[in-house]
């Protein structure tokens, strides 16, 4: 028995926000679209607009962010919903309460949509799975699987400074294969026409079958970055060191490290993005992160319009408020 | 002297070469004769009419979890041997990973007062190799065979230290005992859960390499060049390792191998998106393994075709992909899957594939068992070949509900099915 696409509902439109896989070029450029409106929000004296007024929106993060769940939580205030925060760390879910037990009493407190951080892959699908059919889960990371509304906003970022995607080349350098990040960019460049989609790493970082996902592979920087428009760095984990997918951070920036001399590979107008918390001097140097193509900061600020736009999206079908 | 016959069947006995209409004639719990007529002076006290239907030796299974002891949450020896009998299966074969490990005498006698309680299938138990299964101290094999272990395995618990894989294969070896082998290298597996491939990529899911079971294998293989074990292979997923398998045979090694009959179904793509009931160990790989596997089975590298059953309760399920436990409720649907391979589009025929379900595990278990030959215990599945079914999970008898072959429609069913002559199991609404 293959389920339907469980994101939508019957009619087709956005219940659940969990990858950009198997979403149309239609819904991703209504997200664009439907964002845009908010970008003001933000710079008015009364920073709210009352879209989800009355609505209570539980951020469950078990992992540590500080930055998403931030973005989250503001998105969520900004359109007047009501918003709790829940840190579930590692030690108390080994006191014995299952998940699906967590959630369960969460949802006996009449919520209306989780925000779900898991380490484990496939976790924001499990819960979407069991939660009260009024309820939307939006993913905020699962593992290495997804992170669906970084992706969003990193494509909200590329069109303010791009435009037309189906002219674009685009390069994503690091850790691919354990980037959630990485997979919801590489799909969301795919489905809104990007022909050029390129990953930039050794091999070590590479996942297999790469290819599959429409992107070409490169294990040279400066070959992958030649003439691209966007270059899009990628976090590097520190434990990546000790499992022998590394020698040491030390050759990893000498080998894809983003320098100003790399980046003159790409094209002279091309923009640099990184989903943050950037390691300066691991991955990037400051002089690039900070330097004039750099649109990292921006793409903080999108962070909150996108994600207002895929909350109202997700919660205000059934009103007919958005 | 209590007699039947079951009549008007067709009777497909490989160990035979049996494939016709034919009647079987039991007395006292074996068979007597089988052919077109009773034996001078039989009576039978009892006929059972198998007319459509094909009469086949019980199936024998290499692979089942029966969740007792230890797990009695999962499922228990009385409950699976149930299922086993609602499947056709009427020997089935535990590997040693219960709580605690099969790696005493006390633990088999336990195991075999419960299975003989419950009745309905034929229980023989692979012992301990590692004392623990931790893979350092050898088990007391030659005690364990005296209790009445068919073999000896260490299950899905990897032997780190290789000098300790040789010495316990010498060890088995002197005691006669075939080693039970399910190759994984622990290293390249690490904490994968899928297969290291497409559907690994795109889930962001850890993924065990083909290598993770390839070089599991070689490993075996060029320690049996000095060593004179007899080593079985279970659950291959890899068609890699078929083919350095049939290289092995062909050099004239004593190796043989089993698939579980979800492999020759199901590949990574039926995981879907997290679709918690194809966590599988070994995991579910590729279309072409999946085909290097039945090609394995047609040339004979594989001669077993086993259920792998493993019964869980509904919360070992209820959690993210990676950490639900792996492994499908399988007695149930042994016999339909596997006679999906038979067929005029298929490279087997009816009676090959049930010599992969009969004859040919009992071979590798040593057991007189899978066969119709008289003075053979008279275990027997009568099944109709043509009879179609849904799965529905809630309706298996097994404790475990957990197949990912939910909404499938199958062909073959089980109607009856005779432990040493006894009718254990019989389908009240038959199809």
Request: with cysteine; net charge negative; glycine share 8%.
């Amino acid at each position: 028995m293959r389920e339907r696409d469980i994101q939508l509902d019957d009619q087709g439109r956005l219940r659940h926000f969990l990858t950009i896989e198997g979403l149309s070029r239609e819904i991703l450029t209504e997200i664009l679209d439907y964002a845009e409106n908010f970008t003001t929000v933000g710079h008015q004296p009364v920073k709210k607009v009352p879209l989800l007024r009355g609505r209570t929106i539980i951020n469950l993060f078990f992992e540590v962010s500080t930055r998403t769940r931030t973005t989250f939580e503001l998105a969520a205030k900004r359109l007047s919903a009501d918003v709790l925060n829940i840190n579930v760390s590692a030690s108390s879910t080994a006191k014995g309460e299952s998940l699906l037990d967590m959630l369960r009493n969460l949802e006996a407190m009449h919520c209306d949509m989780f925000v779900v951080r898991h380490a484990s892959p496939g976790a924001a699908h499990f819960i979407a799975r069991h939660v009260a059919p009024h309820v939307s889960v939006i993913n905020g990371g699962d593992g290495s699987h997804a992170h669906p509304t970084q992706a969003m906003l990193d494509m909200f970022t590329i069109r303010r400074h791009k435009g037309d995607f189906t002219r674009l080349s685009v390069a994503i350098v690091g850790d691919i294969m354990h980037s959630r990040v990485a997979r919801s960019q590489i799909h969301a460049l795919n489905i809104l026409g990007v022909p050029d989609v390129r990953v930039v790493g050794p091999e070590t970082l590479i996942p297999v079958e790469a290819p599959q996902l429409g992107v070409h592979v490169y294990h040279d920087l400066a070959a992958g970055l030649d003439g691209v428009d966007v270059v899009i760095m990628l976090r590097l984990q520190r434990e990546r060191m000790s499992r022998a997918l590394l020698p040491s951070a030390h050759e990893y920036f000498q080998c894809y490290g983003l320098t100003p001399e790399k980046l003159a590979c790409a094209r002279p107008d091309a923009i640099v993005m990184h989903p943050g918390p950037i390691n300066r001097g691991v991955e990037m140097d400051s002089a690039v992160a900070d330097g004039p193509q750099s649109v990292i900061l921006e793409q903080v600020t999108h962070g909150i319009a996108v994600r207002m736009a895929i909350m109202a999206m997700t919660l205000g079908r059934a009103g007919g408020e958005a | 002297m209590t007699t039947l016959a079951i009549t008007g069947g067709r009777v497909v006995d490989p160990a035979n070469g049996l494939d016709g209409p034919a009647d079987v004639f039991i007395a006292d719990g074996r068979i007597v004769a089988v052919g077109p007529a009773a034996p001078d002076g039989f009576r039978p006290e009892r006929t059972l009419d198998a007319g459509g239907r094909v009469v086949a030796p019980g199936l024998v299974d290499l692979a089942a979890r029966l969740r007792e002891p230890g797990e009695e949450h999962k499922a228990t020896i009385a409950s699976e041997c149930a299922a086993a009998a609602a499947g056709g299966i009427t020997t089935l074969c535990m590997p040693p990973d219960t709580h605690p490990v099969v790696d005493t005498a006390a633990v088999v006698e336990l195991i075999h007062q419960r299975a003989e309680a419950a009745g309905a299938a034929r229980v023989v138990i692979l012992g301990a190799l590692t004392v623990g299964l931790e893979g350092t101290q050898l088990a007391e094999m030659a005690e364990l065979k005296r209790a009445g272990c068919v073999g000896v395995s260490n299950a899905r618990r990897p032997v780190h230290d290789t000098l300790v894989l040789r010495r316990a294969l010498e060890y088995a070896a002197s005691h006669d005992l075939t080693v039970f082998i399910q190759p994984e290298d622990p290293h390249l597996a690490q904490e994968g859960c899928v297969h290291e491939g497409v559907v690994a990529t795109r889930l962001g899911l850890p993924g065990i390499p083909a290598s993770a079971e390839t070089v599991a294998v070689a490993q075996i293989l060029m320690l049996l060049e000095q060593v004179p074990a007899r080593v079985h292979f279970c659950r291959l997923s890899a068609a890699r390792s078929v083919n350095l398998l049939a290289r092995a045979q062909y050099d004239g090694m004593p190796v043989t191998a089993d698939v579980a009959a979800h492999q020759l179904h199901l590949t990574e793509m039926d995981i879907g998106f997290f679709d918690n009931n194809c966590h599988l160990r070994p995991p579910l790989r590729t279309r072409r393994d999946l085909e290097g596997l039945r090609a394995g089975l047609v040339r004979g590298t594989v001669t077993a075709i086993c259920s792998d059953h493993q019964p869980h309760d509904s919360d070992a399920k209820l959690a993210p992909f990676c950490e639900t436990e792996p492994g499908i409720s399988a007695l149930e649907t042994l016999l339909p899957l596997a006679l999906r391979l038979a067929g005029d589009d298929e490279p087997l025929d009816l009676s090959a594939v049930i010599a992969r379900l009969t004859c040919e595990p009992a071979r590798v278990l040593g057991l007189a068992a899978g066969t119709l030959s008289p003075g053979a215990a008279a275990d027997v599945c009568i099944f109709d070949p043509h009879a179609h079914w849904t799965v529905e999970p809630d309706r298996l008898v097994s404790r475990g509900r957990n197949t990912p072959f939910a909404g499938w429609e199958l062909e073959g069913r089980v109607t009856h099915t005779l432990v040493g002559g006894r009718v254990v199991f019989q389908r009240e609404d038959p199809p």
